[in-house]
């Protein structure tokens, strides 16, 4: 079975079994990422339909049929993270149907076995080095608005080693403020709803500062939209786009990153020139 058009998925959750729909927002409303929330609802809006259709060979939500979905998806070829992520869902569902009283205990303690994919070996990130990080941050044209936006947000992702998300919507320039003489993010909370303060370097805060002024904002969201007509939006810059840019710049100066290893080459530099560990795993969060 090909993977699922998330366009369909009305069509596709309607095929789904009465006993097991209800239990998808439930899972969902288990976690408090947005998205984790999203992957959840991908995958098991994929799991059941597939489940519906085999039917005939697994009557019921058990263990034989979980281990045969887990070997359809490593017939499609999927790596090692996402067949655990699905997984990860569909176990979820079922803890919150046997919490539910819609499954018996006995049945879900064989699902809850079933053993996810082995990672071989590490996977490696990219760190730049210190002349590469300012040839990506010198990258952007800055004589457009997009462009000094683009400096300005990869300078925050590697100087203050935030997460696209924590760049995308929760950076504001209320955030941004003076305290003990520099400048500094001030209780940004980021991942599992953590509040971390982070150094503003003073060359990234220049960067800030030369796309607030073009931008002509002061307040609310630091990262939004640009059209093409140049316009900027109230609204936030989408996480993506974030992701889409590291990819466009990294291309550019011959390197494929993507926004965490920006923030792993921060945490590199520091690492270099400080050695302090403990202020790193601060700044981190």
Known sequence: MNAIDTTNQSALLAQTGERYRPF???????????????????ALLEFLPWFESNRATYPDLSKAAVQAYVAHLRERKLGPVSINQRLTAVKNLVKEAVDNGAMDPMLAAGILRVKGE?????????????????????????????????????????GCALRRNEAASALTFEHIQQ??????????????????????PSDVKATID???????????????SVNKGGKVSETPTPSQTIYELCEIYGHKIGVKIAPHDLRRTCAKLMRKTSGDLLQIGLILG
Not at 24 to 42: F, G, L, N, P, T
Not at 184 to 197: A, D, M, P, S
Not at 210 to 224: C, D, N
């Open 24 to 42: 998808i927002q439930m899972v969902c409303d288990s976690v408090r990422s947005e998205h984790s929330k999203a992957a959840y609802k991908r």
């Open 118 to 158: 082995k990672k071989e070996g590490q996977r490696l990130g990219t760190w730049l080095t210190k002349e590469k990080a300012q040839e990506l941050v010198d990258a952007p044209d800055i004589t457009t608005l997009k462009g000094l936006r683009d400096r300005a947000m990869l300078a925050v992702l590697l």
């Open 179 to 200: 305290l003990d003489g520099r400048w500094v993010i001030l209780n940004l909370q980021g991942k599992r709803e953590k509040t971390r303060t982070v150094t503003v």
């Open 210 to 224: 030369a796309w607030s002024q073009a931008a002509g904002i002061s307040t609310g969201p630091v990262f939004r």
